[in-house]
């Protein structure tokens, strides 16, 4: 036996195995991948779903493996020797196997102490993963819509709020980033998603991309509102931000947002399969320079371009491929968010943020909310 791929990772936590075998659980597998046939162990609780609903070839029990163990083990047997004592029975007990590099390191050490070669592989562990199907995207586009649907019930919000000494008023009561991020999730979690809590920054915190904000919103000021939720059902995800001012913003914010907005444009028109994300990114830069937007540290705070234009999205939030300063190469089929943005303190944060399919010839945009200041 060779060219042995095996998991042990928790597919309500680890993409990777989720998306290979089409099997959530909250506890760890093993998956054991050899050529075309790929098997799943899991526990007695759920051999019975795994064997409806897993997408693999066959599922076997681990109690055996775990009642045989505990018979010439001193302690409890892991995960590793269950997946050893798998190997054994199929003819591989010293086999090399290939793992994604988020394995336990205790799970990698006890797999080489038995006897195993363990290489760690790359990140997504199943190259496949990026390149989403027609039907993955239509999981993300239809994500999009509700998360959009509800970011814009949240602008309104913040758009008919009253307002007392500076501070925004809902219902007499103070609207506060607290307030509109619960609003979020629970009209979000009604629609079936669910997952990190949403940024709902103002002011100076604003200025710190993952700042998610507390405390009253204030009228005048930037409010960045980035909404990042994953499906219950399929588990695919998306990930939008606008920004808004309540009242009359200032030149300067309306200037910064109008250069966050002609980047974004001047990302997606160069965007198509074959080009290197660095040029993109690099073409945000230039666009923010030449309208005098400088990326630099001032009294030991960075301000400016503070972090890439863009990643992958799909079982993740955060997947390949990178759109920032290292040089990788889109590919059709890459879905990626489009997010630059611009910090200063004393005046506020601007981002924006899409989600385009890249194509052959171009892209595919799954955002329809305006961008609205």
Known sequence: MTDIRAMIANPEKDADIYWRTGFLAPDPLIYVET?????????DLELGRARETARVDS????????EKLRESLIGV????DILHAYLQDAGAAEAPLTMPGATPARLVDRLRALGHPVALGDSPF???RRHKTAWEIEQMAE?????????????????????????LYTDGEMLT???VRGFIQIELLKAGYAGAPPIVSCGDQATLPHEHGHGPL??????ILDVFPLSQQTRYGADTTRTVVHGVPSAEVVKMHRAVADAVTAVLTHMKAGVDGRDLHQRVLDIFESRGFRTETVDGKPQGFIHGTGHGLGLDIHETPRISKESQILEEGDVVTVEPGLYYPGIGGVRIEDVAVVTAGGYRNLCSLNWDL
């Open 126 to 128: 199943w190259a496949e």
């Open 143 to 167: 994500a999009m819509r509700q998360t959009e649907r509800v970011l814009d019930m949240a602008r309104s919000m913040i758009r008919g709020a009253s307002v007392r000494d500076g501070v």
């Open 77 to 80: 047997p892991t995960l590793a």
């Open 35 to 43: 050529g075309n046939s790929g098997t799943l162990i899991v526990s």
């Open 59 to 66: 599922v076997v029990a681990m109690a055996p493996y775990r």
């Open 218 to 223: 204030r009228t005048g000021e930037t409010i």
């Open 177 to 179: 980033s607290e307030r």
